[in-house]
């Protein structure tokens, strides 16, 4: 059991359909204490604790990772989790209650900038290849009618875990909704449709998930494809399989014959895909645990397969990767109403009271801030040919999985299909800002160093997962280039938005006064010290209001730009350029370790061996001794500065 203080944890458990009348969303605050359950064996007495924390007035939430039950499937202990945070509060909000909390935590106003970067998988696509090969085996040899195969996504993330929620929540609203600050620093993140299991009074629920198709833009063609989801054989044949073993599996703790599907097949919408479900219902039966429940239904079988316990067997075998919290299960349970505060069959005999449980899909799970370890998930074990930035230790590090149910006629290419298609939920977020260039262009040359601009702009899109057309690109800026008026110089923008909308601006190019520019230093006019694990400050976004604050407040003093410094002290890079400094003889530049961004000019003195510039960590009182100092940008090229 671990003791926490208040400010430690808190979680929201979010429903899109929550009103004012009927309140169902729930915010947990003032963090008392949690019980973890590892060992199968325990789950009684941990389950016994709980129930006793509840009557004393304390409110439950449960977090469960899927190894824990297959393990409890099992009954053997393993190191997996299955966690009771326990709150001294809890408030039912609406969902525009829940908007105005989640706003004003955030600062107020849109979302904040969030989202993630270097997405790689845990699988290459020949390995998913084999996966479903050697599923397609067992399924032959009879070991199983249906696998659900997953894998792990792994990612950086930038922005804070709630801003990244609030993101993903205007894009896909779920009933099932969870933001949960853990205890000991990560961060659960879930944007759940599917509900696992819930208790109302006596009637016990389960609405297991099993079928998808692709939303479309045109309103006709979506329709075809719910209407072909909802009438596909194959589709059918995989949930009517999962709603038999989970009719199967309510029955060990539902009255005798209560059992019933009241809803087969139905179609649901979501942000990028439809989803097909199915409802079980049954009577709660009297004096039956928490922990009982758990037994006889976790891990839902609409993410293993059937049947459950063989069919775990082979995930193991298959599988390359742990799930974790992913198809686990979270929500929330109540204290059970005793005696006279009882008014409902389900709690007469105190086995337990309601509760409300979601499969773990659509669910991250982030490290605690700057615990992200950086190695092969930051590009994946697929990743591309083209590498992007060097990454940074120290950033927070996220996992979600993503899978596919398959069954002896599935194609490998189709399920492959799938997982993107269910990822895009994540990848195709808008994180609230858009890449950019900014360099000269004439109309007799075009865009110097074109090449590199595109370069850069394709590692960023990759990083980040915009869509991104180099080549349509290319022949756009040729297109403007030409039209441009005159022989003189423009200063030309390029804006690339998350879906692969190009803008292109171009105005005419102010020249400098002749002699050298002068630099200041930002720490010293009031700007805070900038984060070298920010992962923004490798890449040219238009999140940028305090570099272009300060190099705005430069030019009204008389400068060209201010040089920003880390929370380690080190110098990094100016508002709009790059810094070489000449010390003993030979020029050095900030290394992007700093937080630098990769900028086109610094690229290119770099690589000009006649130059003779490396990289090093820049100090203030290298800054004192320099014998000159560049600042560095595609616009205006390489500028003599001097420190004012």
């Known amino acids: 059991m671990t003791e926490g203080n208040e400010s430690a944890s808190f979680a929201l458990l979010d429903d899109c359909d929550s009103t004012a009348l009927a309140r169902s969303s729930r915010l947990y605050s003032g963090f008392v204490r949690e019980r973890v359950c590892t060992d199968p064996a325990r789950l009684d007495e941990v389950d016994a604790a709980v129930a006793q924390d509840l009557r004393d007035g304390l409110h439950a939430v449960v977090v469960g990772d899927y190894e824990f039950g297959r393990n409890l499937q099992r009954a053997q202990p393993g190191h997996a989790p299955l966690r009771f945070l326990l709150y001294a509060r809890c408030e039912r909000l609406s969902r525009d209650e829940v908007d105005a909390w989640l706003a004003q935590q955030d600062g107020g106003g849109t979302p904040s900038i969030a989202g993630v970067a270097h997405v790689g998988k845990s699988v290459s696509r020949d390995a998913f290849d084999a996966a479903i090969a050697a599923v397609h085996d067992a399924l032959r040899a009879g070991d199983s009618y249906q696998v659900n195969y997953t894998y792990r996504l792994n990612f950086d993330v930038f922005g804070t875990p709630l801003a990244l929620y609030r993101r993903l929540r ?69 949930n009517v399989m999962i709603v038999d073993l989970l009719r199967n599996d309510v029955s060990r703790i539902a009255r005798t014959g209560t059992v019933r599907v009241p809803a087969l097949f139905s179609v649901e919408p979501y942000a990028s895909v439809w989803q097909m479900t199915s409802t079980v219902e049954a009577g709660w039966r009297d004096g039956t645990t928490f922990a009982q429940m758990l037994r006889a239904l976790f891990p839902c079988g609409s993410i293993t397969g059937a049947p459950k316990y ?13 799930r974790g919290l992913y198809t686990g299960a979270i929500g929330w349970l109540d204290a059970a109403k005793q005696g006279a ?25 982030l490290d605690a801030a700057g615990e992200g370890a950086h190695g092969e998930g930051a590009a994946g074990a697929d990743a591309e040919a083209r590498q992007p930035v060097t990454a940074i230790d120290g950033r927070r590090r996220g996992t979600m999985g993503v899978g596919a149910g398959i069954v002896l006629d599935s194609v490998a290419a189709d399920e492959y299909a799938e997982c993107e298609l269910k990822a895009r939920f994540l990848t195709d977020a808008d994180p609230g800002f858009q890449l950019f260039e900014t360099t000269a262009a004439t109309r007799a040359d075009g865009i110097r160093h074109l090449g590199r601009h595109l370069a850069r702009l394709q590692r960023s899109a990759d990083a980040f997962g915009f869509r991104f057309d180099a080549d349509a690109l290319r022949r756009e800026i040729d297109a403007r280039c030409a039209a441009l008026d005159g022989d003189g110089a423009y200063r030309m923008k390029l804006a690339l938005a998350k879906d692969g909308a190009i803008e292109i601006i171009a105005a005419p190019l102010k020249s400098l006064p002749a002699g050298p520019v002068g630099v200041l230093l930002a720490s010293a006019h009031g700007f805070a010290p900038t984060r070298a694990s920010d992962a923004l400050l490798l890449h040219k976004t238009t999140r940028r209001a305090e570099y272009d604050r300060a190099w705005q407040a430069a030019e009204a003093l008389g400068g060209f730009d201010m040089l920003f410094v880390n929370e380690r002290g080190e110098v990094t890079e100016g508002g709009r350029s790059n810094l070489f400094v000449k010390l003993d003889g030979q020029w050095v530049t900030p290394p992007l370790e700093s937080g630098v961004l990769p900028g086109v000019m610094r690229g290119v003195l770099l690589d000009d061996r006649a130059f003779g510039a490396t990289e090093r960590v820049v100090t203030r009182d290298d800054l004192a001794r320099a014998e000159a100092l560049l600042l560095t940008n595609a616009l205006r090229g390489a500028l003599d500065a001097v420190l004012k």
């Open 310 to 322: 063989k069919t775990m067997q082979l995930i193991d075998a298959i599988e390359s990767t742990p």
């Open 170 to 238: 205007a894009r896909q609203p779920v009933r099932y909704g969870a933001l949960i600050a853990l205890p000991d620093g990560p961060w659960v993140v879930s944007c759940s449709p599917e509900l696992f299991v819930e208790k109302h009074g006596d009637v016990l629920r389960a609405r297991p998930m099993k079928g998808t198709a692709p939303r479309l833009a045109d309103a006709r063609d979506d329709a075809a494809a719910a209407a072909f989801l909802a009438n596909d054989p194959k589709n059918r044949a995989e």
């Open 341 to 365: 505060d009882s008014g409902a069959p389900g709690d007469r005999l105190a086995g337990c009271g309601d509760f409300c449980l979601s499969v773990a899909i659509r669910t991250l799970t």
